[in-house]
Structures are given as C-alpha cells and as structure tokens.
C-alpha cells in the first residue's frame, strides 16, 4: 500500500535557515502550494532496507530540481536529518514493496529506469540519454544496488559514466546527477 508521510504545516524555525529569501516569512504549507505549481515529472524512488541517509540528502536534491514525487520502499523510517528541512516541502511516500510502485508509475505512463551501472543490462550512459517527460528513477540500497528482479520491473538502466577508480557513486550523489540532466533537458 502507497501512504504519504506526513509533514508539518507551520513554519519550522530550523526550516527559515535553509530556505530561498523568497520564502522566509512564509508558512510551509505555503511553500508547498507555491512549489508545486512549477514541479517537473520527474519520480524519484529508493530502496529503504538499512535506514540509508542518503535518502534524506536525495529529498534535498527533489526539492532542489522540484521532482514530482519521491517514493521510499521497504523500510517506513529513514534519517531524516540531511533532509534538512525540505521533507516538509516535498510529496514523499512510502511503499512496501518496489513492484506496487512501479506498477502505479507505469499506470500513469511513466518509464521506469533503473540507476546502476550493471554492464551485462546494457544500460545506456547518462550522456547519450535523452528522457521521455514522464520519467521515473529507482535507486537501490547503498551498499546492495538493485536485485535482478528489481531490475527486470523496470523499463531499462541508466548509469552514469565514471572516469576515476571509484566502483561507484552513492545514491545521493547519483540521483542528484540523474535529476540534474533531468531538469536540463526538461526545464
């Protein structure tokens, strides 16, 4: 079952430090109501198996390139404390299982990419890609990734090439890059 998680309606003190000029002397629901009118398409969703922060900085990079929605599967409690306040801001829900998700996207219409960098699924590097509008992410657990079962429910892979000796990003700065090129190719 998808649930949205809850957020506060009135302005958080800790939230007027980390928001634009703009909004400072506003309420959160009124932040919300005016970000939502400019949102993009853009679904972002996570694996929560081990209580990952890297899910709250990834809330952070949603509120910095107004994705649509951001959905957390598995576990329902994630550390919020890198969010730092845009959660509040955010359309976050959660889901038990990764299939639910994927098939409420695909009902909308959304392709559903995969973010690895498996090479025996072929995917397609991030600078050679080119999103439908309605686009969604999945992003697997820091240290596990994305099963092949969890891969196969989605449209096709995207990684994002690498040129050091890292194996690979985390999923925070990874999902920050795919709604980056996201924005830039949509906005």
Same mark, same amino acid.
């Given at each position: ?27 959160? *629901? @009124? +932040? ?12 972002? $969703?996570?694996?929560?198996?081990? %209580? #990952? ?45 990764? *299939? @639910? +998700? ?12 995969? $973010?690895?960098?498996?090479?025996? %699924? #072929? ?47 985390? +999923? ?16």
């Amino acid at each position: 079952m998808i649930t949205k998680y809850p957020y506060a309606n009135d302005t958080i003190q800790s939230n007027r430090s980390n928001v634009i000029e703009y909004y400072r002397q506003w309420q959160t *629901k @009124e +932040v919300r109501a005016d970000l939502q009118k400019n949102r993009s398409d853009a679904i972002m $969703i996570f694996q929560n198996i081990s %209580y #990952n922060i890297n899910i709250a900085c990834s809330i952070r990079s949603n509120n910095a390139f107004l994705g649509k929605e951001i959905y957390i599967c598995g576990r329902r409690k994630y550390d919020s404390r890198a969010c730092v306040g845009t959660n509040h801001f955010e359309n976050v829900y959660h889901a038990d299982n990764l *299939k @639910e +998700v994927i098939d409420h996207c695909h009902s909308l219409g959304y392709t559903v990419y995969a $973010i690895d960098n498996i090479m025996e %699924y #072929n995917p397609i590097n991030l600078m050679d890609m080119r999103f439908p509008q309605k686009s969604a992410f999945v992003f697997g657990e820091e240290n596990a990734g994305l099963s092949q079962e969890e891969i196969e429910l989605c449209d096709g892979m995207i990684y994002i090439g690498m040129y050091g000796s890292v194996r690979s990003l985390n +999923v925070s700065v990874a999902s920050g890059i795919i709604l980056y090129e996201y924005t830039r190719q949509w906005r």
